[in-house]
Nanobody, 122 residues
Framework: QLQASGGGLVQAGSSMRLSCAAS????????VGWFRQAPGNQRKFVAG????????MYADSVEGRGTISRDGGGNMVYLQMNSLKPEDTAVYYC?????????????????WGQGTLVTVSS
């Protein structure tokens, strides 16, 4: 089970940190990813981290502005986003996938959180 939190209304240029809490059978998780879905758009990959925390991957749209991290051996994954833009407005989802090689592939994710809305005002 995954639960995302930390969304809200923020101004352009500011920062935010989203949190994802994993619980239950985490032994099956090989990576956690963040996806986002803007109104009328498809859900898209934002960032991913291996469960070991050693590997990370980012979409071009957030490269250099986003940092995904995990709290050591704990069950929390974070997405720090800086220099937010209105186009970052979306519902953000965290999800878990059983194989790192599929970290960017939405259809391979087995467990999804409920999503948290981020609205960036200009």
């Amino acid at each position: 089970q995954l639960q995302a939190s930390g969304g809200g209304l923020v101004q352009a240029g500011s920062s935010m940190r989203l949190s994802c809490a994993a619980s239950g059978r985490t032994v099956s998780i090989d990576a956690v990813g963040w996806f986002r879905q803007a109104p009328g758009n498809q859900r898209k990959f934002v960032a991913g981290i291996s469960w070991s925390g050693e590997l990370t991957m980012y979409a071009d749209s957030v490269e250099g502005r986003g940092t995904i991290s995990r709290d050591g051996g704990g069950n929390m994954v974070y997405l720090q986003m800086n220099s937010l833009k209105p186009e970052d407005t979306a519902v953000y989802y965290c999800a878990a996938v059983p194989e790192w090689r599929y970290v960017k592939v939405l259809s391979k994710y087995k467990w999804w959180g409920q999503g948290t809305l981020v609205t960036v005002s200009s």
